[in-house]
């Protein structure tokens, strides 16, 4: 602008040098040209200030917002993204989930299916313990009274045999098993 | 009834009119167990004397116009002049494997009233110890079931280990305990298919034990099925002085039976302490002169050769072992007396159980400075090497510096993670009674704290899950211990599956 | 009081006293060394000494002896064979002291020393009693 004005002002001082009448309208139009110098300096601080304080910071503060509306609607497309991943892993989880959970009642069925079995298994060997038990407990009493009947007839058969050879034995037997047994004695 | 008739009868034809030769005496004196008598000129020492009613005795001392004999049950009938007779027989004892599942007295008869015990073999009580040649070095673990001893105490087939601690500190249950692991082991050996499994037979010799004791230990073993592989030998605090002191050496004959038939045995002196002191009594009665502490000058022979019994043998001579698990009382913790330092030099290491640990909670009460295995670490099984080996030195630093521990409580990071691991450490060791764990558990457990998978979990709750890592393995990860257990050793495979397994369960104990 | 070492040397050398030249047990030697010891006796143990010296001789007696019981009938040859075997047998000479005793049963029961021979029907019954238990 100030560069048109100094062309305009050169202008009109070369054509003022040849004729008047450029002056002489110019001067009728109240064209002063110290105090248009003056107000083109004016003018020219005036519109600095105004383009350093106003402008500038006006055109940055626009600048942030057109980026933040950009930065947003970035935001809102990976979010999108974001979401249809997450959707994504879900069902898969939910899949995996679903595929161990099915795994984990098989096991457990499995499991309590060998519990089942092998306490029942116990038991029936619990139960053939006891049995057994009992049979040998029978056992047992059924050995001692024969024991003891075998002990009660050794005893009856010894006394019985002592007392009748005591009775019954002739004198000169007895001589001679007495001298028997001492030859037998001789003889060891 | 008419096999009794028929037995007779063939009795009667047996009967042989043979003249019958007989060395006899007579009785001079006779109390507390002990009958003096004049005459048997024949005699031999431990030659059994028989009295009239079927009482027996043990010709002990041979003078030269008398022989003191310790009489053998009741004999409270016997009276001075009494005819006392040799019977050309050294005292002996029945063995072989009907005693199985038997309680018997110190002469092998049975005790628990289930009738007769149908033995085809007798074995001298006394016998002398196999010597150097037919001896092989220990080679081949006995698993106790209990941690701690397994790691730190590892005992072999063959070995002597000293059980030794104040009055309840669980000397008999970490005994016991052994039992009813070597029981759960042959169990599952005899079921399986490997034909070089080897079964370990129980003897358990009781001497000057109260009855209810050791009706309560028969009890337990019966309740885990370990009954049917064990012997108990009863001498009670009932029985007179001259049973308890035979009992160890009539359990001894029996192990030693399994042992020259190439089985292995497993026998518990449970405990000498009692042996000496019947030992004692008998000598004072029979006049033997008095050493320190009133015992007499061979209380250390009694029990050196009681113990030297105890072998493995070499393959030529059957490849038999013996394993002895003697029990010494102490007095207030002094290990330092007559029978227990006599004991100690005799056996291969000891256990040493103390009073405070167990009054901690520590139980099994082990106190593992005091504790050494002589000979068992040549026969640990591997994998328990690899991982229990620096658990002891862990241990033994812990307890160094808890003591300095307690006074500050400023401590650098090395010092704390140190305290931290022996605590933890020492919660792992804990363990119930009569549960003793297979070898693989042991292993896995033993690996998870060596590698730090417990330091994340507090202290105290500990024993919650070592539990449940040990439910863990059991019920999910049977294969992995199925492949410890065959190859008893940890290769880098077997511990990547020991890790993904262990990790896996602590997101689940964590999420608990 | 039981004997005493101290008693029971006593009562050997008093023994060894009692005996004849040949070594066997005389009675006139043997009243003799109880007078004596009736008219000194020792300060304490008089008693014991004497038992002991009881036993002793007892004792030696039977070593010297062949103490032969029988029921029945023993024919003399019978019992001349057995009294010679059983000196053969411990090289010296016995004193056959014979008694009969029923209780045998029948047959023969033999003592020298401690050693008892029996070949009675006592002794097989007690043998049958014991093997039917």
């Known amino acids: 602008?100030?560069?048109?004005?100094?062309?305009?002002?050169?202008?009109?001082?070369?054509?003022?040098?040849?004729?008047?009448?450029?002056?002489?309208?110019?001067?009728?139009?109240?064209?002063?040209?110290?105090?248009?110098?003056?107000?083109?300096?004016?003018?020219?601080?005036?519109?600095?200030?105004?383009?350093?304080?106003?402008?500038?910071?006006?055109?940055?503060?626009?600048?942030?917002?057109?980026?933040?509306?950009?930065?947003?609607?970035?935001?809102?497309?990976?979010?999108?993204?974001?979401?249809?991943?997450?959707q994504k892993r879900r069902d898969e989880i939910l899949k995996e989930a679903t595929i161990q959970a099915q795994d984990v009642v098989r096991q457990a069925g499995e499991q309590g299916k060998a519990v089942l079995s092998q306490q029942s298994q116990q038991a029936a060997e619990q139960a053939e313990d006891i049995l057994k038990k009992a049979r040998e407990q029978a056992d047992q009493q059924y050995e001692a009274m024969l024991k003891q009947v075998r002990q009660e007839a050794a005893d009856l058969v010894v006394q019985t045999t002592a007392q009748l050879l005591k009775r019954d034995l002739a004198s000169d037997e007895r001589g001679r098993i007495a001298d028997e047994a001492a030859k037998s004695i001789s003889r060891k | 009834?008419?096999?009794?008739?028929?037995?007779?009868?063939?009795?009667?034809?047996?009967?042989?009119?043979a003249t019958q030769q007989a060395n006899v005496g007579r009785i001079t004196a006779v109390a507390d167990g002990v009958a003096h008598v004049s005459g048997l000129s024949r005699a031999m020492s431990n030659e059994m004397i028989s009295f009239p009613g079927d009482v027996f005795g043990m010709a002990l001392n041979l003078e030269e116009d008398e022989v003191g004999v310790v009489l053998l049950g009741e004999a409270s009938h016997l009276k001075e002049g009494d005819?006392?007779?040799?019977t050309g027989k050294l005292l002996s004892v029945p063995v072989g494997k009907e005693l199985l599942g038997r309680a018997v007295d110190a002469l092998g008869r049975p005790v628990d009233g289930k009738g007769p015990i149908a033995a085809k073999e007798n074995y001298p009580v006394e016998r002398i110890a196999p010597g150097i040649l037919p001896r092989k070095s220990v080679d081949q673990p006995i698993q106790t079931g209990i941690m701690a001893v397994d790691a730190m105490i590892p005992i072999g087939r063959g070995q002597r280990e000293l059980i030794i601690g104040d009055r309840s500190t669980g000397k008999t249950t970490i005994a016991t305990d052994t039992i009813i692991s070597q029981a759960a082991i042959n169990k599952k050996g005899i079921a399986g298919d490997d034909k070089n499994f080897r079964p370990v037979y129980s003897i358990y010799v009781a001497i000057g034990q109260k009855s209810a004791n050791i009706a309560r230990t028969i009890a337990l073993l019966e309740a885990h099925g370990a009954m049917q592989y064990t012997i108990v030998v009863v001498a009670s605090a009932a029985d007179n002085p001259s049973s308890q002191y035979i009992a160890p050496y009539a359990g001894c004959a029996m192990g030693e039976w399994f042992m020259r038939n190439g089985m292995d045995a497993l026998i518990v002196y449970d405990d000498l302490s009692k042996h000496a002191v019947a030992y004692r009594q008998i000598s004072l009665i029979l006049k033997r002169p008095a050493g320190r502490e009133a015992y007499p000058g061979d209380v250390f022979y009694l029990h050196s050769r009681l113990l030297e019994r105890a072998a493995r043998m070499r393959e030529q001579d059957g490849n038999g072992s013996l394993t002895a698990l003697p029990i010494i009382e102490t007095q207030a913790g002094d290990f330092s007396a007559y029978i227990p330092t006599n004991v100690i030099s005799i056996t291969d290491g000891q256990i040493y159980l103390e009073t405070d640990l167990f009054n901690q909670g520590v139980r099994p009460a082990l106190n593992v400075g005091l504790s050494v295995s002589r000979v068992g670490s040549s026969a640990q099984t591997k994998a328990v090497k690899q991982v229990g080996g620096k658990i002891k030195l862990q241990?033994?630093?812990?307890?160094?510096?808890?003591?300095?521990?307690?006074?500050?409580?400023?401590?650098?990071?090395?010092?704390?993670?140190?305290?931290?691991?022996?605590?933890?450490?020492?919660?792992?060791?804990?363990?119930?009674?009569?549960?003793?764990?297979?070898?693989?558990?042991?292993?896995?457990?033993?690996?998870?704290?060596?590698?730090?998978?417990?330091?994340?979990?507090?202290?105290?709750?500990?024993?919650?899950?070592?539990?449940?890592?040990?439910?863990?393995?059991?019920?999910?990860?049977?294969?992995?211990?199925?492949?410890i257990a065959e190859k008893k050793v940890l290769d880098d495979g077997l511990e990547g599956e020991l890790k993904a397994a262990v990790e896996q369960w602590s997101r689940t104990f964590g999420a608990e | 009081m039981v004997a005493t070492p101290a008693i029971k040397a006593t009562a050997r050398r008093l023994l060894a006293l009692s005996l004849d030249e040949q070594g066997a047990v005389s009675a006139e030697r043997a009243l003799e060394v109880i007078k004596v010891l009736e008219a000194n006796p020792p300060k304490r143990g008089l008693r014991v000494l004497l038992k002991t010296y009881a036993t002793y001789l007892e004792s030696h007696l039977t070593k010297t002896q062949a103490r032969i019981e029988h029921a029945g009938n023993l024919d003399a040859a019978a019992l001349q064979e057995l009294l010679t075997s059983l000196e053969q047998r411990y090289n010296r000479k016995l004193e056959p002291v014979v008694t009969e005793n029923p209780a045998l049963i029948a047959g023969v029961r033999a003592r020298v020393g401690d050693d008892v021979f029996d070949n009675s029907f006592a002794s097989t019954l007690q043998t049958l009693r014991q093997s039917l238990q």
């Open chain 2, 1 to 17: 009834m008419s096999d009794i008739l028929e037995q007779i009868k063939a009795e009667i034809a047996r009967v042989s009119s």
């Open chain 1, 1 to 86: 602008m100030s560069g048109l004005f100094t062309h305009l002002l050169a202008a009109a001082e070369t054509v003022g040098a040849d004729g008047n009448a450029i002056s002489q309208m110019l001067h009728r139009f109240g064209v002063d040209w110290p105090f248009f110098i003056a107000q083109v300096i004016n003018f020219l601080i005036v519109g600095s200030l105004l383009y350093f304080f106003a402008v500038k910071p006006l055109s940055a503060k626009l600048q942030e917002r057109r980026d933040k509306i950009e930065d947003g609607l970035r935001y809102t497309d990976e979010m999108k993204q974001k979401l249809d991943d997450a």
């Open chain 2, 83 to 86: 005819e006392a007779k040799t």
């Open chain 2, 395 to 483: 241990l033994a630093q812990y307890r160094e510096l808890a003591a300095f521990a307690q006074f500050g409580s400023d401590l650098d990071a090395r010092t704390k993670s140190t305290l931290d691991r022996g605590a933890r450490i020492i919660e792992l060791f804990k363990q119930p009674v009569a549960a003793p764990k297979p070898m693989e558990v042991e292993v896995a457990l033993l690996w998870a704290m060596h590698n730090g998978h417990f330091d994340k979990i507090a202290v105290k709750d500990m024993i919650r899950a070592a539990a449940s890592l040990e439910e863990y393995f059991k019920s999910t990860q049977t294969a992995l211990l199925g492949k």
